[in-house]
């Protein structure tokens, strides 16, 4: 029987754009479904971070987001994140100064309307972001960020991991993650990372 896993992203982070591309691969070698939510970077560090302009960019395209979700259901939430990811990540282009040009192409790739680019500037979704977020926070605690993954009653920060696992080594990790992540009394693995995000 298919496994249904849940997967929670802010389209900001570089890791998890990684560990998203990893979760795609898994599908293809794994019985496991992938249903996506939003959560939010600047809202997990509001309380912390100064509200500048990189924290209101970078919750002006969540919003976008969410609003897309609502108007649109939740199966454009994969296509459109995936479009957001190829120019934020894998073009190199970010979100910083261009994100509205990188909302507009990513909303018109995946056939969505330019209005949907209002809901940055509004905070009308806020609550329905808040509910997504802490959906997905309250299964792991406010001590990590994103992703989070929720698969069969287990939920994990991660993995963190570069270059993105393909085929049968996808399969392997995912199956070790769930290992470790689902014996009881398990909390953390981690090591310094020494290397950037390899989009490849």
Sequence with gaps: MTAPA??????????????????????QVRDVKTTWHVMSLAVLNEERDDHDENWQRKLGI??????????????????LYTA???RIHNQGRGT??????????ALAEVGLPAALL?????D???????????????????????PVIAVEGVAFFGPVVTPAPKGEAAGKLWDGVRLVAGTDGFFELKRTRDRSPVFD
Aim: negative net charge.
């Design 118 to 122: 209002e809901a940055a500037g509004t």
């Design 6 to 27: 849940e997967f929670w992203f802010d389209p900001a982070c570089p890791w998890a754009w990684m560990t998203s591309r990893w979760m795609l691969e898994v599908e």
């Design 84 to 86: 957001l990811g190829e």
């Design 96 to 105: 910083r100064g261009s994100d509205g040009d990188v909302l507009a192409e």
């Design 62 to 79: 969540v919003r976008v987001l969410i609003a897309a979700e609502q108007a649109h259901g939740n199966e454009v939430l994969l296509p």
């Design 124 to 146: 009308k979704y806020d609550d329905a972001l808040r509910k997504s977020h802490n959906a997905g926070m309250e299964l792991v605690g406010m001590e990590v960020g994103t």
